[in-house]
């Protein structure tokens, strides 16, 4: 499986963004997709998940509310409004095929810069 985010950029507080993940190759058997975050400094971190079938998706509690993860087809959005300064950090998109280790494909980052 291979992931392709796109989407980052500048935004000023309170603004908004939208990133999308394409995944390609096969992904027949993708269980879920999600989005992870890293900020500078920082460890990586959860941001949301959406099971292949649309049906089911969770946040992060810092996110709930204010992002929306989607999917259509092989392509998967993350809806994020109400951007916030500590909402800065790389965005990476990953994919769960059902191997031991949860997400087992991972997207190259795209940056999302929040300027107060």
């Known amino acids: 499986v291979q992931l392709q985010a796109s989407g980052g950029g500048l935004v000023q507080a309170g603004g908004s963004l939208r990133l999308s993940c394409v995944a390609s190759?096969?992904?027949?058997?993708?269980?879920?997709m999600g989005w992870y975050r890293q900020a500078p400094g920082k460890d990586r971190e959860f941001v949301a998940v959406i099971w292949w079938s649309g049906r089911s998706a969770y946040y992060a509690d810092s996110v709930k509310g204010r992002f929306t993860i989607s999917k259509a087809e092989n392509t998967v959005y993350l809806q994020m409004n109400s951007l916030k300064a500590e909402d800065t950090a790389v965005y990476y998109c990953?994919?769960?095929?059902?191997?031991?280790?949860?997400?087992?494909?991972w997207g190259k980052g795209t940056l999302v810069t929040v300027s107060s």
């Open positions: 190759g096969r992904t027949f058997g993708t269980i879920r």
């Open positions: 990953a994919a769960d095929t059902g191997g031991p280790n949860g997400m087992d494909y």
